[in-house]
């Protein structure tokens, strides 16, 4: 041990370290490069079977690559079942609620930062503390309200649930915290009611924090699963990660199918991903910076 | 405490916008998050079967059940069991990751963050579809990747084991883009500090960078264990509880009793139990974060 220190001195120790940089540098690229291929195996191995025969996809012996390139999958499960329909479903839904949760987190976290009146910081933390409150909890009486409001089968029971996000609330306040008073003062003397001041002097400073929760809004939409499948019961107003489900009950032997189902489901997104990246990943460590 | 209350004297007493927005969150929170509890609450003393439109008082009967019921501790020990077995995962692996990306070896750091990011983002149910193949036996990629033989999700052996590969597979990216994001913003003359003092990078992980990730890793533990005590997805679409009893969570236990069932007040006892636990476990976590905040 001693001497090792001792050798730590000159150049014999410089080819020393450089050869250990090297032979870490080497490990470490493996380990990752490794890792990036198990993260996007199933991706890949998804695609690659969707363009397959379900024979290929069975065969005792099988490439990863298909043999030969069909698109027959794709044109069967869109004749089979209106998957183009769920699609859009799920997209017109998704859509809608990110717009909607914007404008609600955004007027709400405005009116959570800069107005001072009783109670403030207990309605902010009761609304903070809702998020700790799990879903499937609340899932019961939920639906028996949905019942009693005759809401069940209408895009009233998935939209009216959602208008408010308490991520997205407490989001924008820390948003809206930084926007300086003096700004909307300036906005109040000019003669702007309350309302102009909101729409025309904070909602535009606002949009970094819109993308963020846009983002994750729509990812959050399009994944929904239990809440659509209990509300909604007719076929046609279904969307599609449940419609996906459905599908594979009723067609659990068409592997090629599925495969194609499932990518029509998952690579609008990747796509969406790859060319928002940089923006996914801001979002997320802004999201975090509040631990 | 005081500089706030400084910065907001300018402050505005808002009118009617300020009174619509209280009053609709008010509302909104009310309907869909207090009064379901209460609500969750009452049912749990009642049969309460809304098909047959019966709800009629039961007296403690259902919580009798819940905490007579071997399948309910079968699910809290699974669901405990998941949580950490996941959370423990996702730390250790996120740490390890990140640490090797933020290294000055490492090229094409961005190129790795998009792909390790990528499961995240994607749908869960259209996800873990495709697990559901690549864990078949017969056309399954596992298997063969493996080269063993084992029919992973009717294997009561296995099943959890599957089902923990799929939720850490999804997660670990998050992590990783969390625990970088926190390796970033450490200052670097710490890390001189150690250099200049000798330290291997080994101790310099140890001894500098994790003490000043705490609050990060606190962060990434407290999520995790919240959002995995209610996992239920994977087990719908993989498994449905089984083979057997060996892959009821929690959740999937009340969504069954509910929705498969329809007995609503055995579920609300249930739903209240798991409330209680994770609102236990959560002041918990914020009791302990906040201790070592303050050291």
Redesign the interface.
């Known amino acids: 041990m001693k001497k090792k220190r001792n050798l730590k001195l000159g150049n014999v120790v410089d080819n020393g370290q450089q050869k250990k940089?090297r032979i870490?540098?080497v490990i470490?690229?493996i380990?990752?490069i490794l890792?990036?291929i198990?993260?996007?195996?199933?991706?890949i191995?998804?695609i690659c079977?969707s363009f397959k025969t379900n024979a290929e996809?069975?065969a005792l012996v099988?490439s990863f690559l298909p043999k030969k390139i069909i698109f027959d999958n794709y044109q069967n499960v869109l004749q089979k079942f209106d998957f183009l329909r769920y699609f859009l479903n799920s997209l017109v839904y998704a859509l809608i609620i990110t717009v909607i949760t914007i404008y609600?987190s955004a007027?709400?976290g405005f009116?959570l930062a800069?107005?001072?009146?009783r109670g403030r910081q207990l309605?902010f933390t009761?609304?903070l503390s809702?998020m700790?409150?799990?879903?499937?909890?609340?899932?019961?009486?939920?639906?028996?309200?949905m019942?009693q409001l005759q809401w069940l089968d209408t895009y009233k029971a998935l939209v009216i649930?959602s208008?408010?996000t308490?991520f997205g609330?407490f989001m924008m306040r820390q948003a809206c915290t930084a926007i300086p008073?003096?700004m909307?003062?300036a906005a109040?003397i000019d003669g702007a009611g309350?309302?102009r001041v909101?729409h025309r002097i904070v909602f535009p400073q606002l949009h970094n924090s819109v993308v963020s929760i846009a983002i994750f809004q729509f990812?959050w939409a399009?994944?929904d699963?239990?809440w659509p499948y209990?509300v909604i019961r007719s076929g046609d107003k279904q969307m599609l990660?449940?419609a996906?489900?459905l599908f594979?009950g009723r067609y659990s032997t068409d592997?090629a199918g599925?495969?194609a189902a499932?990518s029509i489901?998952?690579i609008p997104?990747?796509i969406f991903?790859?060319v928002f990246?940089k923006r996914?990943?801001e979002g997320?460590?802004a999201s975090?910076v509040k631990? | 405490m005081h500089a706030r209350k400084k910065k907001y004297r300018g402050g505005h007493n808002g009118g009617a916008l300020k009174n619509i927005v209280v009053c609709s969150l008010v509302i909104f929170f009310s309907a869909f998050v207090v009064i379901p509890i209460i609500v969750v609450f009452i049912g749990s003393f009642h049969q309460w079967n809304p098909l047959k439109g019966e709800f009629s008082f039961l007296g403690l009967d259902n919580w009798k059940k819940v905490f007579g019921s071997d399948l309910f501790w079968l699910s809290m020990g699974n669901t405990v069991i998941f949580a950490a077995i996941a959370t423990s995962f996702r730390v250790v692996l996120g740490l390890a990751l990140s640490s090797a990306l933020y290294s000055k070896l490492i090229k094409y750091k961005s190129l790795y963050r998009i792909l390790y990011y990528l499961p995240t983002i994607t749908p869960l149910v259209a996800v873990t579809f495709v697990w559901k193949f690549i864990f078949d036996p017969q056309i399954g990629l596992l298997d063969k990747l493996l080269q063993t033989n084992i029919n992973w999700l009717f294997d009561s052996k296995y099943a959890m084991i599957a089902i923990l590969i799929l939720t850490i597979w999804k997660d670990f990216g998050y992590a990783v883009i969390i625990f970088l994001g926190g390796l970033y913003s450490l200052p670097r003359d710490c890390y001189e500090a150690a250099e200049v003092d000798g330290a291997n990078s080994m101790q310099r992980f140890r001894w500098v960078t994790l003490p000043l990730l705490k609050p990060t890793v606190l962060f990434i533990v407290i999520t995790s264990l919240i959002s995995y005590f209610q996992t239920y997805i994977p087990v719908m679409v993989l498994t449905q509880g089984g083979p057997g009893t060996a892959t009821y969570l929690s959740s999937y236990l009340i969504f069954d009793e509910a929705f498969t069932k329809y007995n609503f007040g055995y579920a609300s006892a249930l739903s209240f139990v798991l409330f209680v636990f994770i609102a236990i476990m959560t002041g918990i976590s914020f009791k302990v974060s906040g201790s070592t905040q303050t050291e």
Do not use: H
């Not at chain 1, 198990?38 to 991706?43: A, D, G, M, R, Y």
């Not at chain 1, 800069?114 to 009146?117: E, L, S």
């Open positions: 940089f870490s540098s470490l690229n380990v990752l890792c990036s198990l993260t996007i195996l199933p991706f191995w998804m079977s996809i069975s099988q609600t007027i709400s009116v800069k107005y001072r009146f309605l009761f609304i809702t700790m409150v799990p879903g499937v909890v609340t899932i019961i009486p939920r639906y028996t309200m019942q649930p208008i408010f308490a609330i008073d003096e909307l003062d109040r309350e309302f909101f990812l399009w994944d699963y239990l209990l990660s449940v996906l489900n594979s592997y599925l495969f499932t489901a998952i997104v990747v991903y790859l990246q996914f990943i997320v460590s975090a631990g």
